[in-house]
């Protein structure tokens, strides 16, 4: 039997390829590879048949060998930065991408794949831009639209998330892609119901869908169906018991019933399928740090910075502080997630200043003055200022870890932070004579926040605490949603010091004049934690991981008393056992004298 020529052969396989008969391509392309094992088109059509195929771990190996064949290829190195990107390698994945770009400036697949990397990152306006370049170079291409509506929902731009979807529906009705981007979208702009229909649709054209069983388990949760959520999840994994990402979204969803040990469990279930990627870590890291295990959390949360990639923050990776001696050198402490985290874990700066290191602090500019004085603290930059010379770098969030911080040995010493004087005085003067206990209320943090749905509390479900005319209540609410902002305005026995507010340094300064602090698990209950002033915060059932599971203290903060939801969405028991506490408190308040105490 004759052979076909080895071009014709290649033929056949792309046309197979083409219409979407996989075996044959397949097929065509092995015999390619088996004649000449360095057949670089041979090597590049099985590697995107086993990406399309899921079997990523093959395909990186072969588009692999089809950039050693052909290392100018810019197609090889952009489907190899896509496989990357998949098996959750980013940074590799970024790499790859930039060297296909550099190869072909207007290669549009290396573009969205760049975007993907800086999306993953936490970067969500270049990400931005590598989409919309790629959207441009070629109009057809529906993924770049699906990925920006991806970053716009990350933006919290939910109208733009919404409107690149629904083009990207337009351009391609029945790809599932565009389908899970519109759902994505809709359960971001809180339309719930229609989000839960366009999975439930996706689910019975393929019911076995990861992506589409998530994608409903994370829309009913927002909705506040987290036990359908569990259940969807739960006989999905039944026939797909390896399915890693179906694993995790269990574990975050039984972390959201408040059920940490079976969450725990899962998490573990995961990490033992893939031991080297993050989603599994970071929830055993969550679920670890509930449970009071403090050392092993810390070291499983370092899996984060995986996430954020080599050039996202100013420092040198190379110079990263382990805990070796740093004694006579000057090591950077840097700013990386949130307000509240930084003001939680700056109490570490003074402790590697006692190790003889010159501690300069980069932190958002928001803090800088309220950190000015800090003990400890030789200097202190703005992410918006250049940095000073230095030998080593930490994130201020990995300090726990370097420290190998335990339940036992938190540096729980408040005050770490005070008001500062001046400021402290004005406040002092404009609040005028102390005639009744005055209290500060927080009842809702940043709607950027993941899981501000399950942490903010309406003002109105805090309207009891009002009714306590023993008290003067005072709002530290900086932003308002609009209801409440129409609610508030009604309330004219409520001193509204929200607009007045303009740094860390003016809160600070206004909670010095307070007896004690009502708030929600937002930074100013951190930074009234840190001041030592009296503060309760008001916990959902599935609460942070540093508020831990159970119990009404934290070994953070010595002043903190912790009110827990018993069941998911009720803040009205959590308000009626606040003021019942408060009513107690009232009672026994000796005229301003508790200030310097626990509230508890």
């Not at 998949?86 to 770009?101: D, F, H």
């Not at 070629?138 to 083009?167: I, K, T, Y």
Request: charged share 20%; aromatic share 6%.
């Amino acid at each position: 039997m004759n052979r076909l020529p080895v071009a014709d052969l290649l033929a056949n396989a792309v046309a197979a390829h083409r219409r979407g008969d996989l075996a044959a391509a397949e097929a065509g392309y092995r015999e390619l590879v088996a004649e000449d094992g360095r057949h670089f088109h041979a090597l590049l059509g099985l590697g995107v048949i086993r990406m399309q195929g899921g079997r990523r771990e093959e395909a990186a190996e072969f588009l692999r060998r089809a950039v050693d064949v052909d290392p100018n290829s810019a197609d090889a190195h952009a489907n190899l930065a896509q496989v990357l990107f998949q098996l959750n390698r980013t940074e590799p994945a970024g790499e790859v991408a930039a060297r296909a770009i550099a190869l072909d400036p207007d290669h549009a697949n290396a573009h969205n794949v760049l975007g993907l990397v800086h999306l993953a990152e936490g970067r969500a306006a270049e990400a931005r831009v590598a989409f919309t370049r790629a959207a441009s170079l070629a109009p057809g291409f529906v993924d770049p639209h699906c990925n920006l509506a991806e970053a716009a929902g990350q933006e919290q731009r939910f109208d733009n998330a919404l409107r690149h979807a629904r083009q990207a529906v337009s351009m391609a009705p029945s790809r599932f892609e565009t389908q899970i981007a519109l759902g994505r979208a809709l359960t971001r702009a809180r339309h719930f119901k229609e989000a839960i229909g366009v999975f439930e649709a996706m689910l019975r054209q393929c019911p076995k869908s990861p992506d589409a069983l998530v994608g409903l388990g994370t829309a009913l949760v927002r909705a506040g169906h987290v036990e359908t959520a569990i259940g969807l999840i739960e006989e999905a994994l039944q026939s797909l018991p390896r399915e890693y990402d179906l694993i995790v979204h269990l574990g975050d969803l039984l972390l959201a019933r408040g059920d940490t040990a079976a969450a725990l469990e899962r998490y573990r279930q995961a990490e033992a399928l893939h031991p080297d990627t993050a989603p599994a870590q970071t929830g055993l890291a969550m679920a670890l740090a509930l449970q009071g295990d403090l050392r092993g959390a810390f070291a499983r949360f370092e899996w984060r910075l995986g996430a954020y990639g080599k050039n996202a923050f100013r420092v040198v990776p190379e110079r990263r502080w382990q805990g070796e001696d740093i004694a006579g050198r000057t090591i950077v402490l840097y700013s990386e997630q949130g307000f509240g985290d930084t003001l939680q874990f700056v109490r570490y700066a003074p402790l590697v200043a006692e190790r003889g290191a010159r501690v300069v602090l980069e932190v958002p500019p928001a803090l800088k003055d309220l950190f000015t004085g800090m003990a400890g603290v030789a200097e202190i930059v703005g992410t918006d200022q250049p940095l000073p010379g230095y030998d080593a770098q930490c994130p201020i969030m990995s300090l726990p870890a370097v420290f190998g911080t335990t339940l036992k040995t938190v540096p729980a010493t408040v005050p770490y932070l005070n008001a500062p004087a001046a400021r402290s005085a004005e406040w002092a003067r404009a609040l005028g004579p102390l005639d009744r206990p005055r209290i500060g209320v927080v009842w809702a943090g940043n709607t950027r926040h993941t899981h501000d749905h399950y942490r903010s509390i309406p003002l109105e479900r805090m309207l009891p605490l009002f009714e306590l005319s023993d008290a003067r209540f005072v709002t530290l609410q900086k932003e308002k949603r609009p209801r409440d902002a129409a609610l508030l305005s009604t309330r004219l026995e409520v001193l509204d010091l929200g607009a007045r507010l303009n740094s860390f340094a003016d809160t600070a300064a206004a909670i010095a004049q307070l007896d004690l602090v009502i708030a929600v698990d937002t930074s100013v209950a951190h930074l009234a934690g840190a001041l030592g002033v009296p503060t309760w915060i008001l916990l959902c059932l599935s609460p942070d991981w540093r508020w831990m599971d159970g119990g009404t203290d934290s070994p953070w903060y010595p002043t903190v008393r912790l009110f827990r939801q018993s069941r998911l969405g009720d803040w009205d028991s959590v308000v009626a056992d606040v003021c019942a506490a408060l009513a107690g408190w009232l009672e026994r308040y000796p005229g301003g004298q508790l200030r310097s105490v626990s509230g508890t």
